[in-house]
């Protein structure tokens, strides 16, 4: 899986990026998020909280809808934890401005731009879902029948993804090609729901002071897998926990 993104990287260290996780009671999960190339950071044992905000249902049509940021109500709304130490890509898999996928992703998206999207969403017993899905796209170019392939979605499109959709008897089309998971009430249309821009901003700012913090002591990491790479921290007592990643396994495919 490619991911590109466009912000300006922070200075980092070239041997390692320190990673920063917020722990909390119960099950300990760990999630890899990718940023700005050699400036990559992960946050670990993030618990994404339960979802909020029911998608509001469209009418079933058979021509492109007309409906606006506006008419999308209840808009959808990106849950609050504590310890938000990622600003908005905290609730997301993978967090960029732009992104081709060439594998599965087991996990939700927020792009700018989606340039592929074969196969993708949470499925499965994973610590990376919550009670839903959300997913953001405010342009693309291609998406496969298998995407939003969790059953309970939230597919937001902004505005220039939202030409490309279709509703054909309550199915979702998209270019012509129809997804099979994903329902007519999913599917909510809100331009600029994120702007990424200003959030890369703060992730570089993020990503310069979390580079800063040596790994915690105690924590185990096993990345010689690339289909099975983990990051045990069920042992650390400390609110915030930091882990170092080398740059080449951020970097990595």
């Known amino acids: 899986m ?8 922070a200075s ?11 722990e909390t009671p119960g099950a300990v999960k760990s999630e890899v998020a990718s940023q700005e190339s050699a400036a990559s950071n992960v946050v670990s044992d993030v618990k994404r909280a339960a979802k909020e905000g029911a998608a ?3 009418p079933v049509a ?8 506006e008419s999308a109500t209840p808009k959808a709304k990106l849950p609050q934890v504590d310890n938000d130490l990622l600003s908005r890509a ?6 960029a401005k732009e992104v081709k996928i060439s594998a599965d992703v087991n996990g939700n998206i927020a792009t700018a731009h989606l340039i592929s999207g074969p196969e993708f969403g949470t499925r499965g017993q ?16 291609n998406l496969g029948a298998k995407a939003f392939r969790t059953g309970n979605n939230k597919a937001i499109f902004g505005d220039k993804a939202y030409e490309s959709l279709e509703i054909k008897n309550g199915q979702v089309f998209v270019n012509g090609i129809r997804l099979d998971h994903l329902k007519a009430n999913n599917v909510q249309h809100i331009g600029n729901f994120i702007d990424f821009d200003a959030e890369f901003v703060k992730l570089t700012n993020l990503a310069a002071t979390y580079a800063s913090h ?18 045990d921290v069920s042992g650390i007592d400390d609110n915030v926990t930091f882990v170092g990643v080398p740059v080449d396994i951020m970097e990595a495919p």
């Open 12 to 22: 980092q260290p070239a041997a390692a990026s320190s990673v920063a996780a917020s």
């Open 62 to 69: 058979s021509t492109k809808k007309t409906v606006t940021p």
């Open 126 to 141: 994973s610590s990376n879902y919550g009670e839903e899905d959300i997913y953001y796209i405010d342009s693309l170019d």
């Open 56 to 58: 509001a249902a469209l």
């Open 214 to 231: 040596q790994q915690t002591a105690g924590v185990k990491v096993d990345l010689k897998d690339m289909n099975n790479r983990s990051i």
């Open 90 to 95: 905290e609730n997301f898999h993978i967090f």
């Open 2 to 9: 490619d991911i590109m993104q466009t912000a300006a990287p």
